[in-house]
């Protein structure tokens, strides 16, 4: 059955509470590095559970930046930075992406890349469902009553600050949080973050996921 928009607005914000608990929550900083549908477990009651740290790393909570031999996590979820050194450090921010990407498959319940998709416009789930938002126009999430529309709203506008480009301009978990229980009408939407990574580093991607 699928899952309501109230439901899957609380299991949003548990994740997102989760990752904030690794990030500040411990004596060390937990990076998890692969943050996807799959890694977020949810118990009878729906509530989430971040799961399996085999990309995880430990580092003290004072790094701001953190060093990393090689680039790690899944496609379609992998911060830019792992990938293009000039785009900045890589941090507690790669995470960020992360959940950001995985909020706006949640919403769309669909994969955000999708090439058999019925228009060009909306093979990039992300870049279309911006442009719907930012015009004003129905985002077609199906019959949702105003309430629901509002936490629609605040899980996409959160979620395309989370997926900016330079990992500087991505807010921390614990801001993600604020965003989320805050009046709606105070969430400024962000400039397009769009970009999409070559094809042709998605191999050196996979080959790395599992070598560290």
Known sequence: ???????????????????????QGCDMQILHFDIKPHNILLDENFNPKVSDFGLAKLYSVDDNIVSLTAARGTIGYIAPE??????GGISYKADVYSFGMLVLEMVGRRKNLNAFANHTSQIYFPSWIYDRLD?????ELG?????????????IITAFWCIQLLPSDRPSMNK??????????????PPKPF??????????????????
């Open 1 to 23: 059955n699928t899952l309501g928009w109230k439901k899957l607005f609380d299991i949003v914000l548990g994740v997102a509470q989760g990752i904030d608990y690794l990030h």
């Open 82 to 87: 792992l990938v293009y050194k000039n785009l």
């Open 135 to 139: 015009q004003g126009e129905d985002m």
């Open 143 to 155: 019959d949702i009553s105003d309430d629901e529309k509002v936490m629609i709203r605040k899980m």
């Open 176 to 189: 993600v949080l604020k965003m989320l229980e805050s009046n709606v009408e105070l969430l400024e939407m």
């Open 195 to 212: 970009h999409q990574l070559p094809l042709e580093t998605s191999t050196d991607i996979h080959s790395c996921e599992n070598s560290n």
